[in-house]
């Protein structure tokens, strides 16, 4: 399994590779294009030397936004999501061992669990746990009991909603398409 959801090849793999990276990725899908959100992981760990819950978490809060704030910025508000990166490392550091991982596997799982193990996460909302949730089914390989529903129309087989669909540039345009549909929708 290889993620391909930034176009970068090192950032994917970190993606891939590396579960914290791609919930940090996650986290920061906000006001900002998919790709950019999920390149920070990768930018972050360039710039701090650590992609280790702990280390994060206990980094130095102003270094850590000046590591945001370095060109070209990890996310368009590094103050605010440099603080909720430190929020969300020190919860996978406290509650999950460290291993952002465990959120998905420990005790095996299913859906409608990892699902409100999700929304308990700092800056994770009903609806970026479904997404999150949707894209560990369809590209991380989990498959506890109920994730499709848990994960509600963000679980449909064959849809092109958010970032757990994206496989390729076709999937990209895809949801952007979708994106912008919903966007004219809501006016």
Avoid: N
């Avoid at 999150?132 to 963000?154: I, N, P, V």
């Amino acid at each position: 399994m290889t993620l391909h959801i930034t176009g970068d090849a090192a950032a994917d793999e970190l993606l891939t590779d590396d579960p914290l990276a791609l919930l940090i990725g996650m986290l920061l899908d906000q006001q900002v294009a998919m790709e950019v959100a999920f390149a920070g992981p990768l930018k972050i760990r360039e710039r701090t030397g650590a992609m280790d819950a702990a280390a994060l978490a206990g980094y130095d809060p102003d270094a850590l936004v000046e590591a945001f704030r370095e060109s070209p910025a990890v996310h368009r508000y590094p103050g605010s999501m440099a603080g909720r990166v430190q929020s969300l490392c020190q919860a996978v550091a406290e509650d999950w061992d460290g291993d952002a991982a465990q959120i998905w596997t420990r005790d095996d799982p299913d859906g409608a669990t990892v699902l409100k193990r999700l929304k308990a996460l700092p800056g994770f909302g009903e609806q970026k746990a479904k997404i999150f949730l949707a894209l560990l089914g369809k590209q991380y390989g989990f498959t506890g009991d109920g994730w499709r529903e848990a994960a509600g129309a963000y679980g449909d087989e064959g849809s092109f909603r958010s970032v757990a669909d994206i496989v390729s540039p076709e999937s990209l345009a895809k949801v952007r398409e979708y994106k912008r549909e919903m966007k004219a929708r809501k006016g």
